[in-house]
Every structure is written in C-alpha cells, then in structure tokens.
C-alpha cells in the first residue's frame, strides 16, 4: 500500500496538471490531456526523482519528452511530416513574430517560450531542459538575439508581444 505522504505529494504535482496540458498544447502535442496523463503517470512511478521544492520545471522537461516522442510516432506512420520538433501553437501572435519564432531553432525557441509562455526563471526553465542555469542564459542569450536579428528583417514587427530584452 502507497505511503500517505506520497499521496500528499503527488496530489501537491497533480495541481500542475493544467499547466502541463497548456505546456502540451502549445508545444503543438495532437493529444495535450493525453500528453499530461502521460506526464502525470511518469511523475507517480518515478516520484522520488521529482524535485519536492518545485516540481514543475521537471513536469515541463517530462512533458517535452512525451511531446517529441509524439512527434516521433506521428513521423514514423507518416513519414512526410517535419522532421524537428512540432511547431508551437502561436495562433495569437504577430504573423512576424510567429514566423521569426518558427524559424528559430528548437533549442533558441524552448529557451524563449519557457521563459516568456511558461514565465519560469532561467534556473527553472535551465531544470527543465536538464542543463545547467549558466548554459540556459547563454541559449537565452543567443536565442533572444537570434530572434532579435530575424524580427529585423521583417522590419515591422513589434517586440511587444514577446519579452525578448527581459528576464
């Protein structure tokens, strides 16, 4: 029989669930709920591996993992899909900014929509992509810039809608 303390704690991660199912959603997942059950499942069988302090980070890297693996299947049964990872829901954005964002690489657009659509710290969004806090702020870095140079090129797109100078 479960222990009640790891009732208590799991019910304490199961609170992100809606968070974990947007997460999904905007990382472009055909099946968010199931993505987050999916999580959610993971995150019971490997509850001593889940961070106590702050579980969501770890939430957000296990969802990225089903979401790609996803995106994996899906490319395996119709071979004709992209072959990166599923593109972002951004339907509210800036025609621009969507553009410059989908032309990002995956890394420079995870780094910047963790810290603007998931509104994680760099020490957060750094655990949830299991690297170090230092190695996110550069990705930040580079990919803030990356996103700066490409909005440049449309010349009208506002930086508004995206924090690109925050943090």
């Not at 979401?67 to 339907?91: C, D, I, K, L, W």
């Not at 170090?132 to 702020?137: G, N, S, V």
């Not at 508004?160 to 925050?166: A, F, K, S, W």
Request: glycine content about 4%; hydrophobic content about 45%.
């Amino acid at each position: 029989m479960t222990d009640t303390t790891d009732e208590a704690r799991f019910r304490t991660i199961f609170a992100h669930l809606g968070a974990v199912t947007a997460y999904a959603a905007r990382r472009g997942s055909r099946d968010p709920d199931g993505v987050a059950a999916e999580v959610m499942t993971i995150a019971w069988r490997r509850l001593a591996a889940v961070p106590a302090d702050d579980p969501l980070p770890w939430l957000y890297g296990t969802a990225r993992n089903v979401v790609y693996a996803e995106a994996r299947s899906r490319r395996r049964t119709a071979p004709s899909e992209a072959a990166s990872a599923p593109a972002p829901e951004v339907r509210s954005l800036d025609p621009e900014l969507d553009a410059a964002l989908r032309g990002l690489r995956d890394s420079d657009r995870e780094a910047l929509l963790l810290v603007a659509w998931e509104d994680l710290a760099p020490t957060q969004a750094a655990a949830a992509l299991g690297i170090t806090p230092t190695a996110f702020r550069v990705r930040l870095f580079r990919a803030r810039r990356r996103l700066q140079a490409a909005l440049a090129q449309t010349q009208s797109a506002p930086l508004t809608q995206l924090d690109v100078e925050g943090t």
